[in-house]
């Protein structure tokens, strides 16, 4: 199993359904890469990711809001039928500071997909 981890801010609030009472979330991270090129200027590469959840995870999900930090513990690599990529969420954690503001009502809280 491939298994990976990403840190990232929501693009937007995630889209929550509710499919034969079992809730579904998906969403998209910008995940950032931070890299020298040959001539050592420091660039930094911004990535959108695709990412679903389930349960109560979905549930919790739900809740965030566009730009939260999201720590993406553990996901599984998966293709949807027109072979686009997407991560499946096994576990998360999240802390709610908009945009890299400084906010004094932090919360954080880590869920088991």
Known sequence: MNECHFIGRLLWAPKFTENKSVPHAEFSLLVERQFKRANGTACTEGHRLEFEVWDTAAVA??????????????????????????????????????????????TSDTVDG
């Open 61 to 106: 999900i739900a809740k965030c809001k566009q730009g939260e930090l999201l720590i993406i513990d553990r996901a599984s690599a998966c293709r949807r039928m027109d072979d686009s990529m997407f991560f499946r969420v096994d576990k998360f954690s999240y802390q709610s500071t908009l945009f890299g503001q400084k906010n004094d009502k932090k």
